[in-house]
């Protein structure tokens, strides 16, 4: 069973950053691609930003790509989401998983697509508001 646990989320002023943390205890997380995900109230869940498990590659939807950075810490078994110049819009649960698959949209920008994944943890809360 592939379990991870998020953290990091809060209330923060736009503009403003937070660092969100995926943290696996059970297995490790190098081995995997991990994709970041975040639901809206009222709206399906939505992919964010994904890492490689092979190349370390990353990918971001147009939509917080030059924001939202996500990296490793393979001694650490996270995977981080370094989110800066946070908007309003941005005001969702976060929600990790230990699958990620991308495609590209009509202008060649990222497509990162909610896995099947049978052990979605609780997410964290993000809250952009001033």
């Known amino acids: 069973q592939l379990h991870l646990v998020e953290s990091g989320g809060g209330l923060v002023l736009p503009g403003g950053s937070l660092r969100l943390s995926c943290a696996a205890s059970?297995?490790?997380?190098?081995?995997?691609?991990v994709g970041w995900f975040r639901q809206a109230p009222g709206k399906e869940r939505e992919g964010v930003s994904c890492?490689?498990?092979?190349?370390?590659?990353?990918h971001y939807v147009d939509s917080v790509k030059g924001r939202f950075t996500i990296y490793r810490d393979n001694d650490k078994n996270t995977v981080y989401l370094q989110m800066d110049s946070l908007k309003p819009e941005d005001t969702g649960v976060y929600y990790c998983?230990?699958?990620?698959?991308?495609?590209?949209?009509?202008?060649?920008?990222?497509?990162?697509?909610?896995?099947?994944?049978?052990?979605w943890g609780q997410g964290t809360q993000v809250t952009v508001s001033s």
């Open positions: 998983a230990p699958d990620c698959a991308r495609s590209s949209n009509p202008s060649g920008g990222s497509v990162v697509h909610v896995p099947q994944y049978d052990y």
């Open positions: 059970d297995f490790t997380l190098a081995y995997y691609p």
């Open positions: 890492i490689s498990s092979s190349d370390g590659s990353t």
